[in-house]
């Protein structure tokens, strides 16, 4: 193995280790537990709803709408504990169908309406953030609230969904991991599991590929796309999921960042071991590389403004390694 090799299999490694040694040496208080659950708790949602996008990614789509599904979901699950005063089952469960509902929407859209997959993922993106403002008239969504027909949103969120977003494990010190986090473990893990050791996925990465080879060999790759989509429609509604229960509130401005962070994770771990394709283990490495990233410019009170353009860089030199390197980006 040359240096060259080293260098895309293990660079983007290397980088990972060497902003936690930049960051622990420049920023005070960095290496604690409390900066540790930051990072696990920005990681968390952006973990999740980078694993959907990784899913389009495999077969050979992508995916615009995730933040806007994450923060419908997130207002949809304050509406109905808030505002129709119903208990954290039913509030997931309504999150889970508006992403698969989504999701399947989108996938429609692309496989039988033949529309470009950014652009009807953009125009769901666009359609979602209007819609979820219609039933507040634009305002959050909180307890005690006045709603545009004049009555007083009595609800509350309840004590079991809040601690999908606020209880944390203990972890060799109390109170280390939030619950968060491990269900970005149990996800990735799923996700993984199923794209590289099950056939249907197998099948993803095929169509994703070569479709036209896929579809000669009788795979049903039109199916196969739409769950693609639907996937990532879930993903993106547990997010908001844990989103609204660390907010404990139906917070319209919350989300704005999420798409970006997610897409940046996915991409990232493209570089993740010399994938150079979507997989499940580099974008959780990604989202991990992305908390850190944030949490250490904002302990260096880097200007907020400044944080996308340091991503940007980052993604840039992380793609530069998997693909002009290793000369896998060329026809």
Excluded at 74 to 84: D, F
Excluded at 203 to 223: D, F, Q
Excluded at 247 to 261: C, F, K, P, T, V
């Amino acid at each position: 193995m040359t240096l060259r090799d080293y260098a895309i299999r293990y660079g983007f490694i290397v980088l990972l280790f060497g902003l936690v040694a930049y960051f622990a040496i420049a920023a005070d208080g960095f290496v604690s537990p409390q900066s540790a659950v930051f990072i696990f708790q920005s990681v968390a949602i952006t973990g999740v709803l980078a694993l959907g996008v990784t899913a389009t990614l495999v077969v050979g789509g992508f995916d615009l709408s995730i933040g806007s599904v994450a923060t419908s979901a997130m207002m949809a699950a304050a509406y109905v504990m808030v505002v129709l005063e119903q208990n954290a089952v039913v509030a997931v469960i309504v999150c889970l169908l508006i992403g698969a509902l989504v999701g399947l929407i989108n996938g429609w859209l692309i496989v039988y309406m033949r529309v470009p997959d950014l652009l009807a993922t953009l125009g769901m993106m666009f359609l979602l953030v209007g819609l979820q403002r219609i039933p507040t008239e634009g305002r959050s969504i909180a307890t005690g609230m006045t709603m545009p027909d004049g009555s007083v949103a009595n609800g509350r969120f309840s004590d079991a969904f809040l601690a999908l977003g606020r209880h944390r494990f203990d972890f060799f010190i109390p109170n280390l991991i939030p619950v968060s986090v491990v269900v970005l473990l149990v996800l990735a893990v799923l996700i993984w599991f199923f794209l590289e050791y099950t056939r249907f996925g197998r099948m993803m990465y095929a169509v994703g590929s070569n479709e036209r080879a896929a579809e000669l060999a009788g795979a049903p790759v039109k199916a196969y796309k739409i769950w693609a989509y639907v996937i990532s429609g879930v993903f993106a509604s547990i997010g908001g999921i844990l989103l609204a229960a660390r907010l404990g509130r139906g917070d319209i401005a919350s989300g704005n960042n999420l798409l970006l962070d997610a897409v940046a994770a996915a991409l990232i771990g493209y570089a993740v071991l010399g994938a150079a394709k979507p997989n499940a283990f580099g974008t959780a490495i990604g989202a991990l590389f992305v908390g850190i990233l944030l949490q250490g410019l904002t302990m260096m009170n880097a200007p907020y403004y400044t944080q996308d353009f340091v991503k940007g860089v980052v993604l840039v030199v992380a793609l530069v390694f998997t693909f002009a390197l290793s000369g896998r980006g060329r026809g």
